[in-house]
């Protein structure tokens, strides 16, 4: 493609915060100070139509070059590429970030180091109550503390730091038919972690994480973060993990494992980029966009 005039940015339109739109904005941004028309789309301003033409009802008049999909809405993204549209990231790769299972179930497979981690059984619903006792070789095998992670959650949600055989059950229990899994608790990497953002194969930013008063992290949970530069090893982790997902451009984040031996704890395809640039200066739509470029050029 000799000329990039327009691209779209699609976002959910019916989640709620400043922050769904904010890393829209960014590329907006950006791709203007690359000459590139952005026009920021609501998913739900696009009906995809299942017929022979891939059609999507829209009131958008003209085709873009190129879609960079920040949302988690894998239909209408996989409806897009059937039409021809390059995706950033892929319909593929948002999907296997979104569903956990599916995430650790690829890095594993292209051995990258994760916590131990444990699926739990599928439970349709209706068939209740469940059968706690299938869970027993899970805690031989985890022991406690224990992490529980539901498949699909973000911004640290849907994390449960779990104690005991008691906590374990109420918290199945309140979870009922989601998937889940069962994770080996990282005690080295209590309340901190570096998150690193990986554009095209290349580190582009990093910081450290950590909070007082949790065993997460994240920023959203009132976690603090400063700069950081990582090792050669976190690096190299980093950049596997994201091409392992299949991912343009990821938020990967790291635990400290024992000696401080990096582990991967997720990969965001759809990560935001707010916080990492007031802690770092370093604004990742910059470095997306430059990698559009260069992937279409």
Not at 196 to 204: E, F, L, T
Not at 242 to 261: I, R, S, W
Request: aromatic letters at 8%.
């Amino acid at each position: 493609m000799d000329t990039l005039k327009l691209g779209w940015v699609i976002y959910n339109g019916h989640l709620g915060g400043k922050k769904f739109l904010d890393f829209a904005e960014a590329i907006k941004r950006a791709a203007n100070a690359h000459d590139i028309k952005i026009s920021i789309i609501k998913n739900n301003a696009l009906l995809a139509g299942i017929g022979t033409d891939h059609s999507i009802l829209t009131q958008e008049n003209e085709r873009p070059d190129f879609v960079v999909f920040s949302d988690k809405d894998i239909p209408l993204a996989q409806q897009l590429e059937a039409m021809g549209l390059p995706l950033f990231n892929s319909s593929k790769s948002i999907a296997v970030c979104d569903n956990k299972i599916l995430m650790y179930q690829a890095l594993a497979t292209a051995g990258i180091t994760i916590p131990k981690t444990i699926i739990a059984p599928k439970i349709f619903p209706g068939t209740m109550p469940i059968q706690l006792e299938t869970f027993e070789p899970a805690i031989a095998e985890l022991g406690f503390p224990m992490i529980v992670k539901e498949a699909f959650g973000s911004f640290g949600e849907q994390v449960y730091l779990i104690q005991n055989r008691e906590q374990l059950h109420k918290k199945i229990i309140e979870i009922g038919t989601e998937p889940f899994v069962l994770q080996e608790y990282i005690q080295t990497s209590h309340g901190r972690d570096i998150r690193i953002n990986v554009v095209g194969g290349k580190i582009v930013a990093s910081m450290i994480r950590f909070s007082k008063t949790d065993f997460r992290a994240n920023v959203s949970q009132g976690g603090s973060m400063e700069p950081y530069t990582p090792t050669e090893k976190e690096a190299d982790l980093a950049i596997a993990a994201a091409k392992a997902v299949g991912t343009d451009f990821a938020g990967v984040d790291l635990l400290f494992g024992e000696h401080d031996e990096p582990l991967v704890c997720e990969v965001n395809s759809n990560a935001h980029i707010r916080s990492i640039y007031e802690c770092t200066g370093v604004d990742v739509s910059q470095s997306i966009i430059s990698y559009i470029k260069e992937v279409l050029s």
